[in-house]
Every structure is written in structure tokens, then in C-alpha cells.
């Protein structure tokens, strides 16, 4: 009896102790038939070396020709057209800042970075086929190489690119978000939605991908060249970040005195150093090319005239651990554990909005605002004098002083790039409880329409939720058709009455078969609808969501109809053509039907022009991925990438999602260990030299 009974307790000890110990199964990359990695791994660095791995399969020759120009080196490896780029990386001291950064690191972010980079170096190793011979050069890629990838993105395309004059070339930079709670949902569950607008080329393309670490589910995107997931879900929760109202970099223009400049009326000296840039020439010898970088109580000079000089300050160089909280952000299983990640305050731009199966939905005006002495929006807003230290800060606001919303009365957020007031409809944030300085106040054509397709939802199912985020509407258009209609009928213009005609036909969108959006869209740019003396009623706080209203100039505003429908009718035929007819996609040799147009029209779906010849207009960017997520007992989620997960060349991923994107349609996420197994292409098993393919 003694020796069973001890049998027995062991077994039983053995079979604790085995069901206790998770599973450990081996590194892989599950690639399905979208282009998009499942990676399974037991550890950090083995999940961030194969996530490395995956980008370079489906990017190598965008991210080396990301790094090398991050570097500073561009001109060196590729010529002049890099010197410019290459002279305001060194100006704004990236290169001196990377170092700081690598020895300021938590360990946990340098064990991210050095796995992430050394699983891109062991592809660019196994399959150098992959790699066009001229960015070859900038191998081996270090882990400084992504600190100064990650800081250069932040701090000259968001932080930093308004005074930079970097992105005014795209006119809808930006990103929609929802949020929606259990008491507006009309199944109970919480959803969130996802959806940045950003150009669609370089470093500003997403990367899918999702990752599995022992057991735990994380799936979204990033921007290519960056480890981990950015905006992204578990089966807990999920969030999006949309471009904030921050204004986290200032610019100054210093008087210039002696060969000194100018501060509290006393000259100080510039802090003047050297470097040396060598740009390739095209026999592929190197010539040098000494710059001079100046530094200003201010922080560095990026412009100089014989009596002026501009500086730039921006917030957020001192915080090295942006992807180690974004790391923390998608390892919550809880709202308690995700704000204790933002509280690190680490990532200095984008707003935050978030939901979780628990039903909490959340929405922060995210960033490192500077605290300042003074002024409100409109002195921050524009080119500071730079004559007083009073106005150089110093500090930013913690955490605990940002606007932010949890669970509002309205069972709704939304952010589609406009102030934190304006979240919810009646407002719920008081832009009086926060510094003048803190936002300004405004709510454009976007998020009016953002917040009316909930507003007028008081039970929203998963696939409304999916047609909102789709939805091509002009609010723009429903605001203002009744008075031009109304100015066309008092006039004695044919040509104005005949376009009146068209646009009483037309559906108000902007689908690729919608008749009379040309004709709108047209008249809308001549008319100007960001101009506030064009109406009667102007835009104001205390009805945001329904001002501006009315036409201040109806005979101009008839005028510009009569003269829009002679240019079309002139160029294309008729008045009426549809909209994918001269609206298009045309991206790495596809040629579809576009839907969508400009956000400032009031578009949800956005797709903003980035060319045009005689007879189309093309889309440039806008929608880049797309998520709808519900939160029940299991996840739901639609999303779509809308170019495809890879740029190179023979990929056959490299715009494969963009006929869904000109039909209006998302992709499952295939989020569940079955979903993964019946969509699975082919997959990869980590060895001592990288990935092999699975036999």
C-alpha cells in the first residue's frame, strides 16, 4: 500500500508540475496568404529577432534605404539628392543624441532594439538575392541604426514637421479613431477603430504583423523600421493613436548681435562646431563637405540670414523608451495596466484611444506639452521672438495635467484629429480647466461627420461600426447644398441651374460610382471651405458640431458652380461623371477605381491626391491600416493594410489588398491559433542562422 500510495503522489507531483510548465513550442513565422507574419515565440529576444526577420523578408530594400538616410549618410551612399536631409540630421544633432540614447535605455528596450536588428541582419545574410546591390552599403544595420530611425521619424515628420516645413506637402496628415462603450453597442461588447492617415510611401508605410509570445496574443502595425506594434489589439483591449493638436516644438528667430545673439537684451555666444558629410559623386568617388552647427539656449539653428536666425526646441529628446512602452501598451490584459504604461510618458505625440472587453473605452490628449509662463495658443502658434528666456521652458506637463476621458456619459469617443474638447458630443472635456496654451479650438468637416455618424446611432452594431469607418458622406455637402441650391434659384445663370440638377442626383459620397462628386469636389476647392468669411455663421464652441453655416456671397458662390460645370463639362463630357472614372489608384502598376477624397470635406474615408495628369487625379495617401475591433468573449476584427505588407519588388504582397480598398471592403484578422493554421501559406522555423522554410 505504501509503495502505490508513494507511486502515486509522484505521479500526481509529475503531472502538477508538467500541467503548470507552459508548452514550449518552437520560434516560427507562419506567413498566411496576405503577406502578414504569425510569429510564435517563448522569448523577447527570439520573438523581436523573427519580427525583424519578417520585416526585412517583406521590406529590405525600403528599410536599408530608411536607415542609411537616418543615418545621416544618405548622400554618401546615394548621392546629392541626400545632402539636404543629411545636413538637418547632423544639424539637429541625431547622431550625438543616438549615443545618449543607447546608454540611457532601459535593458529591456536594448534587448528589443539588438534582437530586432540582429534578425534583419541575419535575413539580409541568408538572402542577399533580396537586396539591390547599391543599399548594400549600409549593412551591417546596429541598434543605433533604429534608435536614429525612430527619432527621425518622431521628431522631423511629427513632433518637429509643421516648423521643419516638412509636411505641408500632404494635406490631410491625420487619423480618425472611435471608440464605442457596451450601453451604445448593440451587442454588449466595446469596439474600437483603428485607422491612420498617412502617405502612402517610405516611412510612413505600416508594417502587420502578429505576434504570439507563450500563449499571449498581440496583433496591429508599426511603422516599417520600428519593432513591436504600434496601434494594435489583444484579446483584452486595444487601442489607436490619431496625430494630435500638440504643440511640442517651438521655433524662435534670434537677433543677431556680433557675431552673438541676443537674449534678456545681452549677447551670447553660439555653441559652433563642424562636421564633415561626404556626398558620392556619379563616378562614385567621394567628395567632402564641411557644415557648420550652430546651438542656441534654444536648441539648434536650422535657417540664418545676416541679421536673423531661426532655432527649433522640441519636447520629448530626453525619452529613449518610446517602443518599450508601446511593448508595455500591447502586454496589458487591463485598463489599470495599460494607463500605467502611458504614465511612462515616453511617446511625446499622438492621442490615445482605447477599449477593453471589460467595457471601459478611453480617450488622452497624449504628449509632452511644454509648460510655459505665459501666452495662449495663438502666441505659441506662429514664430517666437526669441529675445526672452522666460519664453525658452524648461519642463512639460505630467501625465495627470493632460485632458482625457474614460467612460463618457455619451457611451462614445471619437478623435479625427481635432482638440480633445470635441471628443464627445455635448462636450465633456472644458477647455477651460486647462492651460490657454494646452489646445486650440476647432472642429472641422471630419469630426462633425465623425461624431454625427454616432450621434445619430444609439445602437451600433459590429458591420454599421465597419460602414461608418468606410463611409465616403461630405458633411461638407449636407451642410451646405440647401443655400447654394437656394442662391442658384435666385439666380438667372442656365448653366448654374443645370449643375443644381446634378448635384440634387447626387448621393453626397464619394464612391467610385457616385455621380456629381466631380462636379461638387470641384467647386468646393474653388469656394475655399476652410475660409470663415465665407459663411454667415462661423464656426463656434458653443455649436461645434453644426457651425459654420450659410453663404456669405451667394452671387460668388453661383458664380464659381457656373464657371466649375463649363471646366468639367469642358474636359470630361458631361457634368456627371462617376467618380473612380477620374479618381484613381495607381500604385506599383495597378490601376483601380478610387473612393474617398480630402477629410476636409467632411470625408471619414479619407484618400487624400498626392498628383494628377490631364485627366485623373491619384491617390497619395490617407487610409494606411485599418482596424475594427470588437471585444466579446473572443475577438472580432476586421482590417486591411490598404497597399499591401511588403515593397519589394516581386512581392506579390506589394498592393495586393488595394482592389479591397477600392471596393470598400476589410479583411478578416486572423487572430485565433485555427484562424492562423487554415490561412497559412508556408512557414518558417528558427535555427542557429536564422529561418529555414518548413518542410
Same mark, same amino acid.
Given at each position: 500500500?505504501?509503495?502505490?500510495?508513494?507511486?502515486?503522489?509522484?505521479?500526481?507531483?509529475?503531472? #502538477?508540475?508538467?500541467?503548470?510548465?507552459?508548452?514550449?513550442?518552437?520560434?516560427?513565422?507562419?506567413?498566411? #496568404?496576405? @503577406?502578414?507574419?504569425?510569429?510564435?515565440?517563448? #522569448?523577447?529576444?527570439?520573438?523581436?529577432?523573427?519580427? @525583424?526577420?519578417?520585416?526585412?523578408?517583406?521590406?529590405?530594400?525600403?528599410?536599408?534605404?530608411?536607415?542609411?538616410?537616418? *543615418?545621416?549618410?544618405?548622400?554618401?551612399?546615394?548621392?546629392?539628392?541626400?545632402?539636404?536631409?543629411?545636413?538637418?540630421?547632423?544639424?539637429?544633432?541625431?547622431?550625438?543624441?543616438?549615443?545618449?540614447?543607447?546608454?540611457?535605455?532601459?535593458?529591456?528596450?536594448?534587448?528589443?532594439?539588438?534582437?530586432?536588428?540582429?534578425?534583419?541582419?541575419?535575413?539580409?545574410?541568408?538572402?542577399?538575392?533580396?537586396?539591390?546591390?547599391?543599399?548594400?552599403?549600409?549593412?551591417?544595420?546596429?541598434?543605433?541604426?533604429?534608435?536614429?530611425?525612430?527619432?527621425?521619424?518622431?521628431?522631423?515628420?511629427?513632433?518637429?514637421?509643421?516648423?521643419?516645413?516638412?509636411?505641408?506637402?500632404? $494635406?490631410?496628415?491625420? +487619423?480618425?479613431?472611435?471608440?464605442? !462603450?457596451?450601453?451604445?453597442?448593440?451587442?454588449?461588447? &466595446?469596439?474600437?477603430?483603428?485607422? $491612420?492617415?498617412?502617405?502612402?510611401?517610405?516611412?510612413?508605410?505600416?508594417?502587420?504583423?502578429?505576434?504570439?509570445?507563450?500563449?499571449?496574443?498581440?496583433?496591429?502595425?508599426?511603422?516599417?523600421?520600428?519593432?513591436?506594434?504600434?496601434?494594435?489589439?489583444?484579446?483584452?483591449?486595444?487601442?489607436?493613436?490619431?496625430?494630435?493638436?500638440?504643440?511640442?516644438?517651438?521655433?524662435?528667430? =534670434?537677433?543677431?548681435?556680433?557675431?552673438?545673439?541676443?537674449?534678456?537684451?545681452?549677447?551670447?555666444?553660439?555653441?559652433?562646431?563642424?562636421?564633415?558629410?561626404?556626398?558620392?559623386?556619379?563616378?562614385?568617388?567621394?567628395?567632402?563637405?564641411?557644415?557648420?552647427?550652430?546651438?542656441?539656449?534654444?536648441?539648434?539653428?536650422?535657417?540664418?540670414?545676416?541679421?536673423?536666425?531661426?532655432?527649433?526646441?522640441?519636447?520629448?529628446?530626453?525619452?529613449?523608451?518610446?517602443?518599450?512602452?508601446?511593448?508595455?501598451?500591447?502586454?496589458?490584459?487591463?485598463?489599470?495596466?495599460?494607463? !500605467?504604461?502611458?504614465?511612462?510618458?515616453?511617446?511625446?505625440?499622438?492621442?490615445?484611444?482605447?477599449?477593453?472587453?471589460?467595457?471601459?473605452?478611453?480617450?488622452?490628449?497624449?504628449?509632452?506639452?511644454?509648460?510655459?509662463?505665459?501666452?495662449?495658443?495663438?502666441?505659441?502658434?506662429?514664430?517666437?521672438?526669441?529675445?526672452? !528666456?522666460?519664453?525658452?521652458?524648461?519642463?512639460?506637463?505630467?501625465?495627470?495635467?493632460?485632458?482625457?476621458?474614460?467612460? $463618457?456619459?455619451?457611451?462614445?469617443?471619437?478623435?479625427?484629429?481635432?482638440?480633445?474638447?470635441?471628443?464627445?458630443?455635448?462636450?465633456?472635456?472644458?477647455?477651460?480647466?486647462?492651460? +490657454?496654451?494646452? &489646445?486650440?479650438?476647432?472642429?472641422?468637416?471630419?469630426?462633425?461627420?465623425?461624431? *454625427?455618424?454616432?450621434?445619430?446611432?444609439?445602437?451600433?452594431?459590429?458591420?454599421?461600426?465597419?460602414?461608418?469607418? =468606410?463611409?465616403?458622406? =461630405?458633411?461638407?455637402?449636407?451642410?451646405?447644398?440647401?443655400?447654394?441650391?437656394?442662391?442658384?434659384? &435666385?439666380?438667372?445663370?442656365?448653366?448654374?441651374?443645370?449643375?443644381?440638377?446634378?448635384?440634387?442626383?447626387?448621393?453626397?459620397?464619394?464612391?467610385?460610382?457616385?455621380?456629381?462628386?466631380?462636379?461638387?469636389?470641384?467647386?468646393? *476647392?474653388?469656394?475655399?471651405?476652410?475660409?470663415?468669411?465665407?459663411?454667415?455663421?462661423?464656426?463656434?464652441?458653443?455649436?461645434?458640431?453644426?457651425?459654420?453655416?450659410?453663404? &456669405?456671397?451667394?452671387?460668388?458662390?453661383?458664380?464659381?458652380?457656373?464657371? #466649375?460645370?463649363?471646366?468639367?463639362?469642358?474636359?470630361?463630357?458631361?457634368?456627371?461623371?462617376?467618380?473612380?472614372?477620374?479618381?484613381?489608384?495607381?500604385?506599383?502598376?495597378?490601376?483601380? $477605381?478610387?473612393?474617398?477624397?480630402?477629410?476636409?470635406?467632411?470625408?471619414?474615408?479619407?484618400?487624400?491626391?498626392? @498628383?494628377?495628369?490631364?485627366?485623373?487625379?491619384?491617390?497619395?495617401?490617407?487610409?494606411?491600416?485599418?482596424?475594427?475591433?470588437?471585444?466579446?468573449?473572443?475577438?472580432?476584427?476586421?482590417?486591411?493594410?490598404?497597399?499591401?505588407?511588403?515593397?519589394?519588388?516581386?512581392?506579390?504582397?506589394?498592393?495586393?489588398?488595394?482592389?479591397?480598398?477600392?471596393?470598400?471592403?476589410? *479583411?478578416?484578422?486572423?487572430?485565433?491559433?485555427?484562424?492562423?493554421?487554415?490561412?497559412?501559406?508556408?512557414?518558417?522555423?528558427?535555427?542557429?542562422?536564422?529561418?529555414?522554410?518548413?518542410?
Amino acid at each position: 500500500m505504501k509503495i502505490s500510495l508513494l507511486f502515486t503522489l509522484i505521479v500526481v507531483s509529475f503531472l #502538477t508540475i508538467s500541467c503548470a510548465q507552459p508548452e514550449k513550442t518552437e520560434t516560427e513565422i507562419a506567413w498566411d #496568404t496576405w @503577406g502578414v507574419p504569425h510569429i510564435t515565440a517563448n #522569448t523577447v529576444e527570439e520573438l523581436f529577432f523573427a519580427q @525583424g526577420w519578417a520585416q526585412m523578408h517583406n521590406h529590405a530594400n525600403l528599410i536599408l534605404e530608411l536607415y542609411g538616410s537616418s *543615418r545621416g549618410k544618405g548622400a554618401e551612399y546615394w548621392g546629392q539628392e541626400k545632402l539636404q536631409n543629411d545636413i538637418l540630421i547632423h544639424t539637429l544633432g541625431f547622431d550625438e543624441l543616438a549615443d545618449e540614447w543607447g546608454e540611457n535605455q532601459d535593458p529591456e528596450q536594448k534587448i528589443i532594439n539588438k534582437a530586432f536588428i540582429d534578425g534583419m541582419n541575419a535575413y539580409a545574410k541568408a538572402h542577399p538575392e533580396a537586396l539591390d546591390e547599391k543599399n548594400k552599403v549600409v549593412l551591417p544595420l546596429t541598434a543605433k541604426d533604429a534608435n536614429m530611425h525612430a527619432m527621425y521619424v518622431v521628431f522631423t515628420r511629427f513632433i518637429g514637421g509643421n516648423d521643419l516645413g516638412r509636411v505641408q506637402q500632404w $494635406p490631410d496628415l491625420g +487619423s480618425n479613431a472611435y471608440a464605442i !462603450s457596451p450601453k451604445r453597442s448593440a451587442s454588449g461588447n &466595446a469596439m474600437l477603430v483603428q485607422n $491612420p492617415h498617412l502617405p502612402w510611401w517610405k516611412e510612413f508605410l505600416f508594417f502587420e504583423s502578429h505576434l504570439n509570445l507563450n500563449g499571449k496574443n498581440m496583433y496591429g502595425s508599426t511603422l516599417i523600421g520600428y519593432p513591436g506594434i504600434a496601434i494594435g489589439f489583444n484579446k483584452n483591449l486595444g487601442w489607436s493613436h490619431t496625430n494630435n493638436t500638440i504643440d511640442n516644438a517651438d521655433t524662435y528667430e =534670434l537677433e543677431l548681435n556680433d557675431g552673438g545673439y541676443l537674449l534678456d537684451g545681452k549677447r551670447k555666444e553660439f555653441e559652433v562646431s563642424s562636421k564633415i558629410i561626404k556626398i558620392k559623386q556619379e563616378d562614385g568617388t567621394l567628395v567632402d563637405k564641411e557644415i557648420t552647427i550652430m546651438k542656441t539656449v534654444h536648441g539648434p539653428v536650422v535657417n540664418k540670414t545676416k541679421g536673423k536666425a531661426l532655432a527649433i526646441r522640441m519636447a520629448g529628446m530626453d525619452r529613449p523608451n518610446m517602443t518599450l512602452q508601446w511593448w508595455r501598451m500591447i502586454n496589458s490584459s487591463n485598463f489599470n495596466e495599460f494607463e !500605467s504604461a502611458l504614465k511612462m510618458a515616453q511617446l511625446p505625440y499622438f492621442n490615445v484611444m482605447y477599449a477593453d472587453k471589460q467595457g471601459e473605452i478611453f480617450y488622452l490628449f497624449n504628449g509632452l506639452v511644454p509648460k510655459r509662463s505665459s501666452g495662449d495658443w495663438d502666441y505659441w502658434n506662429r514664430i517666437i521672438p526669441g529675445g526672452k !528666456s522666460e519664453d525658452v521652458w524648461t519642463e512639460v506637463h505630467d501625465y495627470a495635467d493632460l485632458p482625457k476621458i474614460k467612460n $463618457p456619459e455619451v457611451g462614445w469617443l471619437q478623435n479625427a484629429n481635432d482638440p480633445p474638447w470635441t471628443s464627445t458630443i455635448p462636450v465633456s472635456i472644458d477647455p477651460k480647466d486647462y492651460p +490657454s496654451y494646452m &489646445a486650440p479650438k476647432s472642429m472641422s468637416f471630419r469630426p462633425q461627420r465623425a461624431a *454625427r455618424m454616432l450621434i445619430e446611432d444609439e445602437s451600433i452594431t459590429f458591420d454599421e461600426l465597419v460602414a461608418y469607418k =468606410l463611409s465616403t458622406r =461630405l458633411e461638407f455637402a449636407d451642410r451646405i447644398l440647401d443655400d447654394l441650391f437656394a442662391a442658384v434659384d &435666385a439666380s438667372e445663370s442656365k448653366k448654374a441651374k443645370e449643375a443644381k440638377k446634378v448635384l440634387e442626383n447626387w448621393d453626397r459620397e464619394a464612391n467610385a460610382d457616385s455621380k456629381g462628386m466631380l462636379l461638387f469636389y470641384s467647386w468646393a *476647392r474653388k469656394f475655399n471651405v476652410g475660409r470663415s468669411a465665407n459663411y454667415t455663421e462661423p464656426w463656434s464652441m458653443d455649436s461645434p458640431n453644426t457651425t459654420p453655416d450659410g453663404i &456669405a456671397d451667394a452671387d460668388r458662390a453661383v458664380q464659381l458652380l457656373e464657371q #466649375t460645370a463649363i471646366e468639367v463639362e469642358t474636359k470630361f463630357g458631361s457634368l456627371d461623371p462617376n467618380w473612380g472614372d477620374y479618381y484613381r489608384i495607381n500604385y506599383n502598376g495597378k490601376n483601380l $477605381p478610387a473612393n474617398g477624397v480630402d477629410g476636409y470635406m467632411g470625408v471619414f474615408r479619407v484618400a487624400w491626391p498626392g @498628383g494628377s495628369d490631364d485627366k485623373n487625379m491619384f491617390v497619395g495617401g490617407g487610409d494606411s491600416w485599418v482596424g475594427v475591433i470588437e471585444f466579446g468573449d473572443t475577438v472580432k476584427a476586421k482590417v486591411l493594410l490598404s497597399y499591401g505588407n511588403s515593397t519589394q519588388k516581386d512581392s506579390p504582397h506589394n498592393g495586393d489588398q488595394l482592389e479591397l480598398f477600392s471596393k470598400k471592403e476589410l *479583411r478578416d484578422a486572423w487572430f485565433t491559433k485555427s484562424e492562423v493554421e487554415s490561412n497559412t501559406a508556408r512557414i518558417e522555423i528558427l535555427t542557429e542562422n536564422g529561418f529555414r522554410e518548413k518542410k
